[in-house]
């Protein structure tokens, strides 16, 4: 579907310019549900973190051998917070381990305004961390068939040799903040949110699913994959924050690409494409 062309001023140059539909219904669908779900399950997951503030690798812990990769946590002789990384301890009193909860200080490894809910609830957080868990894969199930389907996948998020081509060229854009407004995903965007929607949010969900004793039951071997539940849950917690980086990458890149555009595009489907650039040289924008 298109509309009707007009003249604006880029940072290019004067250019002409029309309306597109970039984003089906679906898309746009499922999009809002995983910011939705994402929101959820990162304040609940550190909920339920913050119930026992340490990470290991292996199937246990144990008094006996030290697995652990990172503790975070309070010293109650000095009253300060710490975090404490393969064995590098940095003071972090105030934010982590130590924060103020209704004007007292407090000890718990995230603060209050970082957690759901706020107050220290594991039953509550693990309640709303396994809904928003299956709705998620619910969610990108849906997405997964309807993109094998009309051909989302294979045509807006696997790099061909052009793509790989320009992937250097195109990072450079994005690295100096210059975009270019085209009907598809650049080479930078399609090995992006490939990464992430079919590495990243698959390692979530199965990692998720090897600390859970209900599926463990069912598919044993799951845990083995991870080597332990221990790592699972590490690794669960590692790609939960690369996730978070991703978003907050994503953010600035939407910023400063044209806001307006990109919101527009993501609610109703309408995207404002250059018609006409001077070249071919640029980056898309997010």
Known sequence: MKWPAKKISTSHGATNTKLILRHRFLTRVTHWSWAICLFFLLLSGLQIFNAHPVLYIGDQS???????????GANYKTGTGFIDLF???LDTTGFLGISKT????SARAFPAWLT???GQDLAGGRRVHFFFAWFFVFTLLIWLVSGL???HIRKDLIPGGQDLRSLKADFLNHIKL??????????IQKLTYG?????????????GLAMSPGFNAIFPGITEIFGGRQTARTVHFLFMF???????IHMIMILAAGPINLVRSIVTGRYRIEASPKSTGGSSDE
Not at 195 to 207: A, E, K, Q, T
Not at 242 to 248: A, K, N, Q
């Open 87 to 89: 064995g590098i301890r």
């Open 62 to 72: 144990g008094f006996d051998f030290s697995n652990r990769i990172l503790e975070i």
């Open 102 to 105: 209704n004007g007292f200080d």
């Open 195 to 207: 990464i992430i929607l079919f590495v990243v949010f698959p390692i979530i969900i199965l990692s």
């Open 149 to 151: 389907v009309n051909g």
């Open 242 to 248: 690369i996730l978070s980086g991703f978003f907050i």
């Open 116 to 118: 759901l809910p706020s």
């Open 178 to 187: 210059k975009f270019y407004h085209t009907a598809q995903y650049v080479s």
